[in-house]
């Protein structure tokens, strides 16, 4: 699913949230689960333990896409039904970009 905010997934896991968490904050087990490319920089923005977690996800080298700002990585787990868990991932840029073609003023330019 996508909107003007990011990419959002949802689904139900077979997982109590504690092991969800584990598999989102412990390096090893995060790397194997989300599999950052070697050029990404994943730091912590805001945690809330078994409930909620934030990464901003910065790119560099030749996969990165010119002038684009960090993106921010939220993770949001809610207990589910017969012990599973309810996760929610976003992924959005922390600051949404400017429409090339948009219909503001100054964003239009005359041709002489």
């Given at each position: 699913?996508?909107?003007?905010d990011g990419v959002v997934f949802?689904?139900?896991?077979?997982?109590?949230?504690?092991?969800?968490?584990?598999?989102?904050?412990?390096?090893?087990?995060l790397r194997r689960w989300l599999?950052?490319?070697?050029?990404v920089e994943l730091a912590v923005?805001?945690?809330?333990?078994?409930?909620?977690?934030?990464?901003?996800?910065?790119?560099?080298?030749?996969?990165?896409?010119?002038?684009?700002?960090?993106?921010?990585?939220?993770?949001?787990?809610?207990?589910?039904?017969?012990?599973?868990?309810?996760?929610?991932?976003?992924?959005?840029?922390?600051?949404?970009?400017?429409?090339?073609?948009?219909?503001?003023?100054?964003?239009?330019?005359?041709?002489?």
């Amino acid at each position: 699913m996508t909107d003007t905010d990011g990419v959002v997934f949802e689904c139900l896991l077979d997982a109590p949230p504690e092991k969800v968490w584990r598999a989102l904050t412990i390096p090893a087990y995060l790397r194997r689960w989300l599999r950052p490319r070697e050029d990404v920089e994943l730091a912590v923005v805001s945690a809330e333990e078994n409930r909620s977690l934030t990464y901003r996800w910065r790119e560099s080298g030749q996969g990165a896409v010119l002038g684009v700002e960090d993106s921010l990585v939220t993770f949001e787990l809610s207990p589910g039904e017969a012990g599973g868990t309810w996760f929610k991932l976003t992924h959005a840029p922390m600051a949404v970009p400017v429409a090339a073609n948009g219909n503001a003023a100054n964003a239009m330019l005359l041709a002489a």
